[in-house]
């Protein structure tokens, strides 16, 4: 209960605007697959400049990345949306991974996601409406809801793009190859 609790008065004291929220959309490095990268408001007892990344979404799960923070190990986390005045819609996760200390890999159920964006589409904008990712009480992120219900339409729209048209020219990369 001590993480919400601190989670919610972080929120409360948040600013009215989420100005410092920033969408970019990039293609993987690797894959060349579309990215949404968001820097969204830092929440928690030692608030961090975490970024967020959404990939494309596989079968029934979206995958997001988490980084920018030394996270603490087995730490629960959680992913929100909504505001404390009407209530949160939780988004079901199914698998959290850790490939490096400050990074965490989040799996989450595609179903649970879409039907938290149905549960507060239309619900009006407000300065504490936000889609939240907290990580124990030491560390979240929170996003300004309907910019990044927008950027996640735009980031699906991408993904189901003909894959021909995304596919890098690995000729270049190959001469590091060596």
């Keep these: 209960m001590r993480p919400l609790?601190?989670?919610?008065?972080?929120?409360?004291?948040?600013?009215?605007?989420?100005?410092?929220?920033?969408?970019?959309?990039?293609?993987?490095?690797l894959t060349g697959r579309p990215l949404l990268s968001v820097l969204g408001s830092g929440l928690g007892q030692q608030p961090a400049a975490l970024t967020?990344?959404?990939?494309?979404?596989g079968t029934g799960v979206w995958s997001l990345d988490l980084h920018g923070a030394d996270f603490p190990v087995g730490a629960p986390i959680t992913f929100d949306l909504g505001d404390a005045e009407r209530g949160w819609q939780e988004v079901r996760l199914l698998a959290v991974q850790r490939p490096d200390a400050d990074r965490l890999r989040i799996v989450v159920d595609e179903a649970?996601?879409?039907?938290?964006?149905?549960?507060?589409?239309?619900?009006?904008?407000?300065?504490?409406?936000?889609?939240?990712?907290?990580?124990?009480?030491?560390?979240?992120?929170?996003?300004?809801?309907?910019?990044l219900a927008r950027e996640i339409g735009h980031l699906a729209q991408d993904c189901q793009a003909p894959r021909a048209a995304r596919v890098r020219d690995a000729a270049p990369l190959a001469r590091y190859a060596r």
Excluded: N, Y
């Excluded at 989670?7 to 920033?22: E, G, K, M, V, Y």
């Design 52 to 57: 967020l990344e959404f990939s494309c979404p």
């Design 5 to 29: 609790f601190c989670l919610l008065a972080a929120l409360a004291a948040a600013p009215a605007a989420h100005a410092q929220d920033s969408f970019v959309r990039e293609a993987d490095f």
């Design 112 to 147: 649970s996601f879409r039907a938290a964006l149905a549960g507060v589409a239309g619900v009006p904008e407000t300065a504490t409406t936000a889609a939240v990712l907290q990580v124990g009480s030491e560390f979240g992120v929170a996003v300004g809801l309907e910019a």
